[in-house]
């Protein structure tokens, strides 16, 4: 005892020199770290005056950013860095504790089992399990300790909180648990949020959540974790409906105020604390080593990838699911519950906590701890495993004893000194790419070394303000295009990358455009109509009564970027004849106060009868002062709301103004209802001026339908569908607005039936109408005019031909609309259009001709196209009975991009260090030479190299000669 005293001091000396160096070093890395995320914005000046090679120490706004990985308050480096110093001075201090001896001073004294640990940002303990007090004090099943076990009061959840299952703690100290509040299938949990005081703030019904994503089945316990970047997870393990197939199922958390959402992902994300400094991370796998053996596990890693790593391979043998923890040098702590098979007729002990090294291999140097078990159930032996420190874990569970000292429920196990830190490496970089206005790009970066690890991104040598995660997320606008690179650190060094650049490329014309992602869409039907609100939210109206996850009968409203409107539901009002009919909204339109007018096959609205047609508030909800009369049968096919809030009705279907049984005049195919909703009886459509209507006779005489109308110009109609007005011309009409509804002479169609060139024997079917801002229109259907065949014409405001393309040989077009260049979309069921390849979507030209830079061959929509509009920017939006466009996946309704002339750089040219490169977006068959000179002046200019273009991007490279200036020319041959 006398040499222990004599020699204690100068450790413990030793020792707190060691622990000042380590802050000295974290405070010079904080000061380096800090000064470059918190400094202010760059101006022109100085973003040209920085030395070639510096960082700028700035901000810079980045307008692509993707906000998802923020949405948290984060503590970033300056927390990291702290809990770093932390914990590198506790373990300096404790590091004359033998590794697996027990820390004395640690005991929270629990009275029952512990199940779930986490740690929260400020080094406070989240405990849950069966317990009933701590210390003496009341907690029912959770709790929170500070760092050293004591209790902390001032957390006091209710004393009827359920069994809690699983448990992380945010940045901002909120505690996520799952619960046992809910059964479903073999089970599903409640989540909810608790406040830093433990007061319950809000809750996730995990049993409809994972209903709406189409399972049936469950096994095992929620899992909730803390990714990488800080955000909650939740996993479960369950069957798909109608498949033998299990599967694991993920969820991204979001808690924004009292409201908390989940969100489905396809990513397998594992949570931060299994993830070793280079990426890879452990997971629990089990094997049938022999028929006697048939539950035996085994640990294996990964990559970022799913790949495995085939140096890595642990044999557990049977036991229950075992808990890992993950030092600071990459060693893991395995707690195992059952026999442990080693190596073959080695010990199996039961109930031990055991260390493995890097590769794998047992770790000699930290001993077997034996865990006595508690009333014999091994299973609760050893529940959780956490390190809290680099030199200290904490270990829950059921056990009475460890290594035969007394302690139960919670104890704290020394590890000893961690294995000295290696500085960062980067195993893989971040690579350049090409992506699409509007795309999302991820960069992510492989690094190597111990953690705790520090990321920076940086965007042309400018940090980016909160971008502190191994991976980046961008929204591809023209601005975003440039060099992105990555500084990672460790308190032993740093690593950068080589910069990866992102290039913007121009969007082809009618690509799928990804900033428009509807989801799962129309996910039981299809989309007949669509309408463009002024804010640029959509209206949708289809056969669906489910759209994106969520209930809609044929009515829905989307916002700018796809998603639903959720405050926007007319489905909530009961919009169908019975529980199981469903809505079919055919037509679409919209007063200028915002009102909505919707038509179709509906019954009834709550408890209103209305027959095929209804008008909605803004909001969605029922205008009860539109007493629209039934229409029969009832087929709506086109709405037109006019500028004095009356309402233009076609369809096939018969209105009658009864003056009783026998005395009533009836209007067919295409009526006006006042502003209230009533039948206009001054408004008599007449087919010529010799026809006239009386009581009980036939003003217009309709055959077929209305298909399609437009307002042509001040007081004109035009209508088109599969009627014949007795005169010139049939099925396509302009017609007045004036209460006599008298038909526009001077404009004269000639369209006939292809079997019948004088319009004998019938009529033609129209299906498809669009109008030009020039006066121009076109139609679309079966029909001839001017003794050519085509299933497309273009017309004049006089009635003249305009322009036709080449015969169709697929001519179900059912959907048309002009673009504010002229240029004609055609939407339909198709695989040619002219003499090009086009599957159910295209463009002409004003010639009529088949424009060849829209779409492409055996690409576009896999399904009817049925309504076409275009927006303000020259986008298009397209909704029917498609699935996928352009083999992506989209349900009913996609934007495409328009012009396809997007911005676009010819040539980007590039510095650095003595390397000048220029990429360039090639043409096929053209040949491009670069050039240099010394001068302006200089009649001679040296070849640099040539490269062939082949439509792609090629990148041009020259090492300087070191002339202090040098000048570069492009030839295109």
């Known amino acids: 005892m006398g040499l222990e005293a004599l020699h204690e001091p100068s450790v413990r000396s030793r020792r707190g020199d060691e622990a000042d160096s380590l802050k000295s070093k974290i405070e010079n890395r904080k000061s380096k770290i800090g000064v470059r995320l918190l400094t202010s914005a760059p101006t022109v000046d100085d973003r040209h005056a920085r030395p070639e090679g510096s960082r700028a120490l700035h901000e810079p706004t980045h307008p692509s950013l993707s906000q998802e990985r923020n949405l948290y308050p984060r503590r970033g480096v300056w927390l990291a860095l702290f809990q770093a110093a932390a914990a590198c001075v506790a373990s300096a201090q404790g590091a004359g504790d033998p590794p697996g001896s027990i820390d004395t001073g640690f005991d929270p004294k629990v009275n029952g089992q512990v199940t779930h640990l986490a740690l929260g940002p400020d080094g406070k303990i989240v405990i849950a399990g069966n317990f009933t007090s701590v210390a003496g004090v009341a907690r029912k099943g959770i709790a929170r300790l500070d760092a050293n076990g004591v209790l902390d009061q001032s957390f006091a959840p209710s004393t009827n909180s359920p069994t809690v299952l699983s448990l992380a703690v945010l940045g901002d100290q909120r505690v996520f648990v799952a619960t046992s509040q809910f059964a479903f299938a073999s089970r599903a949990e409640r989540v909810a949020a608790l406040s830093p005081s433990g007061s319950e703030e809000a809750t996730l019904d995990v049993q409809s959540l994972l209903t709406s994503a189409g399972f049936d089945s469950f096994t095992g316990e929620s899992r909730l974790a803390l990714l990488a970047d800080g955000t909650p997870a939740l996993r479960f393990y369950g069957r798909r409906t109608g498949t033998a197939t299990y599967e694991t199922a993920y969820f991204v958390l979001r808690l924004s105020g009292q409201t908390l959402t989940a969100t489905a992902t396809n990513l397998a994300a594992e949570p931060a604390s299994l993830r070793q400094s280079t990426g890879k991370f452990i997971t629990t796998e089990t094997e049938n080593f022999s028929p006697r053996d048939p539950t035996s596990y085994v640990l294996l890693r990964r990559s970022e990838g799913g790949f495995i790593d085939k140096s890595f391979r642990i044999m557990l043998g049977p036991t229950t699911i075992p808990r890992i923890a993950i030092q600071t040098d990459d060693r893991l702590l395995v707690g195992l519950t059952g026999p442990i ?120 040598d400018n940090p980016l303000p909160g971008q502190t995660n191994a991976t980046l997320v961008l ?40 900033s428009f992602d509807p989801g799962t869409g129309a996910e039981d039907g299809q989309v007949n109509a669509l309408l463009r609100e002024p804010d640029g939210r959509v209206l949708v109206g289809g056969t669906f009564t489910r759209f994106n996850g969520l209930p809609r009968n044929g009515l829905v409203r989307l916002n700018a970027d796809g998603s639903v409107d959720t405050a926007f539901d007319a489905g909530r009002a009961n919009l169908n004849a019975a529980p199981t009919a469903r809505l079919t909204v055919e037509a679409l339109a919209r007063h200028s106060d915002g009102r909505i007018v919707f038509g179709g096959l509906l019954q009834q609205i709550g408890e209103t009868a209305r027959t095929n047609i209804y008008r909605l508030h803004p909001d969605g909800t029922l205008d009860s002062s539109f007493q ?149 229109s076109a139609i679309a259907g079966g029909f001839l005019v001017a003794g050519a065949s085509s299933g497309i014409a273009r017309f004049t405001e006089t009635g003249l031909l305009a322009g036709l393309p080449q015969p169709t040989t697929s001519p179900g077009v059912t959907a048309l609309t002009f673009q504010s260049d002229g240029k004609l979309i055609v939407g339909g069921f198709f695989t040619n259009l002219g003499n090009a390849s086009r599957r159910n979507l295209g463009r002409l030209n004003k010639d009529g001709s088949v424009d060849e830079s829209f779409g492409r061959a055996n690409g576009g929509p896999d399904g009817q196209v049925l309504s076409v509009i275009v927006d303000p920017s020259g986008a298009i939006l397209i909704g029917g009975k498609f699935v996928s466009v352009d083999g992506v996946a989209r349900r009913g309704i996609a934007r495409l991009y328009g012009s396809g002339k997007t911005y676009r750089e010819l040539l980007r040219p590039r510095l650095q260090g003595a390397t000048f490169s220029a990429s360039v977006h090639t043409l096929a068959g053209k040949r491009y030479t670069l050039e240099r000179a010394e001068s302006l002046r200089s009649p001679i200019l040296a070849k640099v190299t040539t490269l062939d273009g082949d439509g792609g991007l090629k990148t041009f490279s020259d090492s300087l000669p070191g002339e202090d200036q040098i000048f570069y020319r492009l030839r295109i041959e």
Request: glycine fraction near 12%; proline fraction near 10%.
């Open 341 to 460: 098979s080693i190596a073959p007729g080695g010990p199996r002990p039961e109930g031990t906590l055991r260390r493995f090294r890097t590769d794998g291999a047992l770790d000699s140097s930290f001993p077997t701890l034996v865990f006595g078990v508690l009333s014999g159930r091994l299973e609760e032996n050893i529940a959780a495993v956490v390190m809290q420190t680099p030199d200290k874990a904490l270990i829950a569970g059921g056990f009475n004893s460890v290594r035969n000292i007394a302690r139960a429920y919670l104890v704290r196990v020394n590890l000893g000194e961690p294995q000295p830190p290696t500085p960062p490496s980067l195993i893989a970089g971040p690579e350049s790419t090409d992506a699409l206005p509007g795309q999302t790009t991820v960069f992510k970066v492989n690094p190597a070394g111990t953690g705790p690890l520090f990321y920076q991104w940086f965007f042309q």
């Open 475 to 514: 929204t591809n606008t023209p601005a975003s295009e440039g060099d992105y690179s990555i500084e990672v650190e460790n308190l032993a060094g740093s690593a950068q990358s080589a910069p990866a650049r992102l290039t913007v490329v121009p969007a082809p014309g009618g690509g799928v455009d990804p």
């Open 628 to 776: 629209a009369a039934p229409a029969h049968p009832p087929a709506i096919m086109s709405l037109l709301a006019l500028p004095d809030d009356r309402v233009l009705v076609g369809g096939t279907f018969n209105y009658t103004n009864t003056r009783g049984i026998f005395f009533g005049d009836t209007f067919r195919n295409l009526v006006r209802l006042t502003e209230d909703g009533k039948l206009d009886t001054a408004y008599r459509p007449q087919a010529s001026a010799s026809q006239s209507g009386s009581g009980g006779g036939v003003p217009w005489t309709l055959p077929g339908n209305v298909r399609a109308m437009a307002l042509s110009g001040e007081n004109k109609l035009l209508v088109a569908g599969a009627f014949e007005p007795r005169g010139l011309g049939s099925s396509f009409a302009r017609l007045f607005l004036e209460s006599s509804g008298t038909r526009d002479g001077t404009f004269q169609p000639r369209i006939y039936l292809p079997t019948d060139e004088i319009g004998r024997g019938g009529v033609p079917a129209l299906t498809a109408m669009a109008l030009d801002s020039s006066g121009d």
